[in-house]
Nanobody, 121 residues
Framework: QVQLVESGGGLVQAGGSLRLSCAAS????????MGWYRQAPGKQRELVAA???????NYADSVKGRFTISRDNAKNTVYLQMNSLKPEDTAVYYC???????????????WGQGTQVTVSL
């Protein structure tokens, strides 16, 4: 069974930093794009950053210059380094991966359980 497990959320003061990690586990044939989304109370889930298998990245305008996405293909892990955090970054952050499980080879979107990031003034 394929799972995405996130870690690294928490409470931080404005201007601080956090690093999120997300590891895909289980029997996986391949992983294509990976990314981070977030959802604040009363708002829709939005893309924060995404990265292709070869390392090309894409960021939401609101986080450009402050957040950095990276991945370790050997560990099936994606990271999100968040610097200069603002109160408006407060949300539940979800990891996403497009992958093919070894059992089915059927490509699909998988999600982590979410990790809370709270930025205080």
């Amino acid at each position: 069974q394929v799972q995405l497990v996130e870690s690294g959320g928490g409470l931080v003061q404005a201007g601080g930093s956090l690093r999120l990690s997300c590891a895909a586990s289980g029997s996986i044939f391949s992983i294509n794009d990976m990314g981070w989304y977030r959802q604040a109370p009363g708002k829709q889930r939005e893309l924060v950053a995404a990265i292709t298998r070869d390392g090309s990245t894409n960021y939401a305008d609101s986080v450009k210059g402050r957040f950095t996405i990276s991945r370790d293909n050997a560990k099936n892990t994606v990271y999100l380094q968040m610097n200069s955090l603002k109160p408006e970054d407060t949300a539940v952050y979800y990891c996403n991966a497009e992958l093919r499980p070894a059992a089915t080879f059927r490509r699909g979107d998988y999600w982590g359980q979410g990790t809370q990031v709270t930025v205080s003034l």
